[in-house]
């Protein structure tokens, strides 16, 4: 790694924002240091923080999205009842914080509002990332004031361009007029009622994406979100979206441009840290699904989106549509799958897609645990912001 990739992965640790530390490049995993140290005592533990969705349908068209080779998934939404058993499930076991990404647009599913409502009301943390569409003040005024976060999904900074992203058709830019008309009515609310909540949107940047770094930067400002965040593009082990990751590298300068446009209301960060490592990680096993777990937006629990296909059925934990999540998570599949993950016979290199939403927690685990560098407990440091979403 050159000085200049150190300087970086060093910096991104935390970015000062008004309301705090923002750690978006990196884990929170010393923040919750007594469910690690129940994990290297042998002990079962619950993850700290579930990513998920409630519903796999969505809208939008979008070229980078993964979830276009999670296919094939059942895309009936989850029902209320089966979403609130889920979250009380999650109470029970100590489940602290939920976000509601995953592999569909959760704003479309009846269970949306109910959702983030139940949680608010049992104390776990809910973040959410929308295209805001369908994200209107009707649902945001019940939402918003239970929210951690929001991340606006937001492919570029022209219209034509978003709508040519996100919607195959670059005459369609009254899909950007929606969302930036959401988008900012959740700012003034936010600001009217002095909620906590931080706002942000982000850019999944593929390499011919590379001329809307600037505008996409630019529209952070304009919007006047909390961040404006840049990362990588995850691709499966077949390379079914195209992405060449060595095409990352020319785009550095303009990718420091875009942070320097940072102000006082306003960070640009560029997620440095998954763009240095590629498509290849240094870890062959998978820790990070015991902290951090994902569930398809068609109910189905696995270690990792990445595993969502059916041709990864070994994999699938169960389905919580069909069975308590509670169950699921007390049973040998669960154990089994998650042992299958850390043993000689999986190797993340060649076994997954690359850059899995538990790489940070793959990278630190695996060299904490195969004599490398050791997680160390945080320090008497006020917690960085989200700290329940690892």
């Known amino acids: 790694m050159n000085n200049f990739q150190t300087e970086k992965k060093l910096l991104q640790k935390g970015i000062e924002t008004q309301e705090g ?3 978006l490049d990196g884990h929170k995993l010393s923040y919750h240091y007594d469910r690690l140290e129940s994990w290297e005592k042998g002990e079962k533990i619950a993850p700290i923080s579930v990513d998920m969705a409630l519903t796999r349908s969505c809208g939008a068209m979008c070229s980078f999205c993964y979830a276009m080779v999670q296919e094939p998934q059942e895309r009936t939404p989850i029902s209320i009842k089966h979403s609130l ?15 509601l990404i995953s ?4 704003t479309l599913s009846p269970s949306y509002v109910p959702f983030i409502e139940h949680a608010g009301n049992i104390g776990i943390d809910v973040g959410n990332a929308t295209n805001a569409w369908e994200w209107g003040p009707e649902k945001v005024d019940r939402v918003l004031p239970h929210l951690t976060w929001v991340r606006f999904t937001v492919a570029a900074g022209s219209p034509d361009r978003y ?8 005459s369609h830019t009254s899909v950007f007029d929606k969302a930036m008309k959401n988008i900012s009515y959740a700012v003034k609310l936010k600001r009217r ?9 982000q850019m999944v940047l593929m390499p011919e994406f590379h001329d809307q770094i600037i505008p996409f930067a630019k529209l952070g400002i304009d919007l006047g979100v909390d961040y404006a965040v840049i990362k990588h593009c995850s691709d499966d082990e077949d390379g079914s ?6 095409l990352y590298e020319p785009m550095y300068d303009k990718l420091m441009q875009a942070e320097n446009l940072s102000n006082d209301t306003t960070k640009i960060i560029v997620k440095w840290s998954k763009i240095f490592d590629g498509a290849l990680p240094e870890y062959t096993q998978m820790w990070g699904p015991r902290f951090l777990l994902q569930i398809s937006g068609s109910g189905l ?6 595993f969502f296909n059916a041709k990864y059925s070994k994999f699938h934990l169960g389905n919580f549509t069909e069975e308590r999540f509670i169950d699921i998570f007390n049973s040998s599949q669960y154990d089994n799958v998650l042992n299958y993950l850390v043993s000689d016979r999986f190797d993340a290199r060649y076994m997954m897609g690359s850059l899995p939403i538990t790489h940070y927690l793959n990278v630190d685990l695996s060299r904490h645990k195969n004599g490398g560098a050791k997680i160390q407990p945080a320090g008497t440091d006020s917690q960085p912001l989200h700290v329940n979403f690892l």
């Open 85 to 99: 058993d889920l979250l009380d499930d999650f109470k029970s076991i100590g489940v602290k914080a939920v976000s």
């Open 301 to 306: 629990v696995a270690p990792s989106g990445m």
């Open 193 to 201: 009622l002095g909620l906590k909540v931080t706002l942000g949107i």
């Open 21 to 23: 530390k923002l750690v």
């Open 103 to 106: 592999d569909g647009e959760s």
């Open 241 to 246: 979206l195209g992405v060449n990751y060595s």
């Open 163 to 170: 709508a040519e992203i996100m919607y195959k058709d670059a």
